[in-house]
């Protein structure tokens, strides 16, 4: 049987993974692979490393797999006490992992390109891949915020989770909105503005991931009498 706590550690577990995965693939081995503005050293990377293709494209899937399920955890967590909230984390989260999806395509699409026998791949054809791979992150990007913000309120409105971590999720998550918006309509802007959007974002998910893995979840409170402090309900033991 799943109890809470049960469920609050696989699901950080997956949000961990998620985490894991994103900074090799996304931060690690995609700079090493794309290099944007020169479409011959890119394809010339897609022919001579195949294994750090294979890895990110693994990766990526990996980013897919582990977004899927942490979106269904926060679901089962959060169903019970705010049904809205559970329903939008995991719609939001299920449409991220969507839009990672369609940047491995992409990925996988140059790469099969690079390595075709004959001819060789064009080097335009397979920078547009690229590009719209990393397209896909970008706009991607409103998503994952999105998630945040109903996973903050959740925290505010029930205390499950501290209300300072709600505020974080919820500020970071308007964050990741916001820098999605300015990535996709002024790229002019210093990449520093961006990077400032998202530090309460990294911050409340890190301390979300360690909070479900260390502490689980709060005991849901009781509903008590007008006026009455509520108290917790004695939490479910697991089995």
């Keep these: 049987m799943f ?8 699901t950080g577990g997956a949000y961990l993974g998620l ?26 990377n897609l022919v001579d490393r195949g294994a750090l293709v294979q890895a990110a494209i693994a990766l990526e899937l990996l980013i ?16 019970a006490d705010r049904p809205v909230a559970a329903f939008s984390v995991a719609t939001f989260g299920m449409a991220n992992a969507a839009a990672v999806l369609g940047s491995a395509a992409m990925i996988v699409a140059a790469y099969g390109l690079a390595s075709s026998p004959s001819p060789v791949g064009d080097p ?21 915020g999105l998630w945040l913000i109903p996973m903050g309120w959740f925290a505010l409105s029930t205390r499950r ?9 919820v500020i970071g998550g308007a964050g990741y909105v916001l820098d999605a918006f300015l990535s996709s309509s002024a790229p002019w802007l210093p990449s ?29 409170l009781a509903v008590s009498p ?7 309900v004695a939490a479910t033991r697991d089995r």
Excluded: K, N
């Design 124 to 144: 335009v054809m397979i920078a547009a891949l690229f590009a719209v791979a990393d397209a896909f992150w970008t706009v991607g990007a409103v998503f994952f």
């Design 19 to 44: 985490a894991l995965a994103g900074m090799l693939g996304f931060l690690v081995l995609r700079p090493q692979l794309h290099v944007p503005g020169d479409s011959a050293a890119t394809l010339a």
């Design 161 to 169: 989770f501290p209300r300072v971590l709600g505020w974080i999720l």
């Design 226 to 232: 007008a006026g009455a402090i509520p108290e917790p």
């Design 64 to 79: 897919v797999v582990a977004q899927a399920l942490a979106a269904v955890g926060f679901y089962a967590l959060f169903r």
């Design 3 to 10: 109890t809470p706590t049960r469920t609050a550690r696989w």
């Design 192 to 220: 520093v503005v961006g990077d400032v959007m998202v530090i309460p974002a990294t911050i409340g998910e890190l301390w979300m991931i360690g909070y479900l893995l260390v502490c689980g979840i709060r005991p849901a």
